[in-house]
Nanobody, 121 residues
Framework: QVQLVESGGGLVQPGGSLRLSCAASGSIFSINAMGWYRQAPGKQRELVAT???????NYADSVKGRFTISRDNVKNTVYLQMNSLKPEDTAVFYC???????????????WGQGTQVTVSS
């Protein structure tokens, strides 16, 4: 199994910054894609940003130019630097990882427990 531990959420004023981290641990053979999703109250979970093992990134239009995703393949950790935060960014942010626990096992999706990000004055 793969465990994901998120950190870095909290309360920030509009225009402020936060950095989320998500460390993967457990029986990891390899990690493919990593990323972040978010879910605001009353809304569906939506993609925020993803990054492949080769470093290719993808962002939701709503966060382009403000958020930056990165990963440390040695530490099996993915980061999300969030700048110029807006009240509409308020949501629970979930870490997402596609990983294999063995060369004989197909890749599976894993999710973190979620971390609250609140943007308010």
């Amino acid at each position: 199994q793969v465990q994901l531990v998120e950190s870095g959420g909290g309360l920030v004023q509009p225009g402020g910054s936060l950095r989320l981290s998500c460390a993967a641990s457990g029986s990891i053979f390899s990690i493919n894609a990593m990323g972040w999703y978010r879910q605001a109250p009353g809304k569906q979970r939506e993609l925020v940003a993803t990054i492949t093992s080769g470093g290719h990134t993808n962002y939701a239009d709503s966060v382009k130019g403000r958020f930056t995703i990165s990963r440390d393949n040695v530490k099996n950790t993915v980061y999300l630097q969030m700048n110029s935060l807006k009240p509409e960014d308020t949501a629970v942010f979930y870490c997402w990882v596609v990983a294999r626990t063995s060369i004989r096992v197909s890749p599976s999706n894993y999710w973190g427990q979620g971390t609250q990000v609140t943007v308010s004055s």
